[in-house]
């Protein structure tokens, strides 16, 4: 980069994914790019998300095949990245094994969407995969990573059905309609050293809420989730 741009040789120290604007950002937002921010912008940022918003419920339509229809004032949640151990999405699964905390879950409005490929050689996140598409039919387990099998059976909950969702054959085509049609993205990782995804710019320049904390990871961990279900409806209603 330096040799191509002699203005900023030794300056820079790091190098930071971004993204391509015109294939992640929806037209109608890109149009409010630079414009002044009034209220008829902000209905068109709304009008626009929930026209996206229908989008990614046809998707989950059709990817999934939910046995009871998708309700679209509820707030869905998604969590798209390839699932391995240094993009680890524990705690969600960590909170859905813990009886009260899948109280308050199921108990509030929001709808967990998951969608991602593992590396073909990481079991980890092979492991990580199958424990959340039990989850999408109400199983709750803990996969072993060596053997892929079921190591312990915890719990069904039948109510888990129709708001988990596990999208696994995820490509480039329906990603931005994740991106762009979630109520809030975020990151379900308990590591303190989680890299902040670059890929989140995808639902940030399209005016949906981020949950992460300034390292990238959930800015609340296990002892706290009573109260991040909560949290999260009141950011994105706002």
Not at 49 to 76: F, G, S, W
Not at 118 to 127: L, N
Not at 220 to 233: C, I, N
């Amino acid at each position: 980069v330096e040799d191509l741009y002699k203005d900023y040789a030794g300056k820079i120290k790091g190098i930071v994914n971004g993204i391509y604007l015109p294939h992640w950002q929806r037209e109608a937002m890109a149009r409010l790019v630079g414009q002044a921010y009034n209220e008829q912008h902000v209905k068109t940022m709304s009008d626009e998300h929930q026209v996206a918003k229908q989008a990614m419920l046809d998707l989950i339509r059709r990817e999934c095949k939910p046995e009871k229809p998708l309700n679209p004032t509820r707030l869905y949640s998604a969590e798209v990245r390839r699932k391995q151990a240094f993009k680890a999405a524990d705690t969600f699964h960590e909170a859905m094994i813990d009886p009260a905390l899948r109280e308050e879950y199921l108990n509030s409005r929001m709808v967990q969407v998951f969608a991602g490929k593992p590396h073909i050689s990481d079991p980890w996140g092979k492991a990580r995969i199958k424990e959340l598409q039990a989850l999408a039919n109400g199983d709750i387990v803990r996969i072993n990573k060596k053997t892929l099998q079921v190591e312990e059976y915890i719990a069904h909950d039948e109510r888990l059905k129709g708001r988990v969702f596990y999208i696994l054959n995820l490509h480039v085509g329906m990603a931005d309609v994740l991106f762009q049609g979630a109520d809030v993205a975020d990151m379900w990782s308990q590591l303190r050293t989680e890299a902040s995804a670059t890929g989140y710019m995808k639902s940030l320049v399209n005016a949906v809420v981020i949950w992460v904390s300034k390292t990238g990871g959930p800015l609340e961990h296990m002892g706290d989730l009573r109260d991040l279900w909560a949290a999260l409806e009141d950011a994105a209603l706002r």
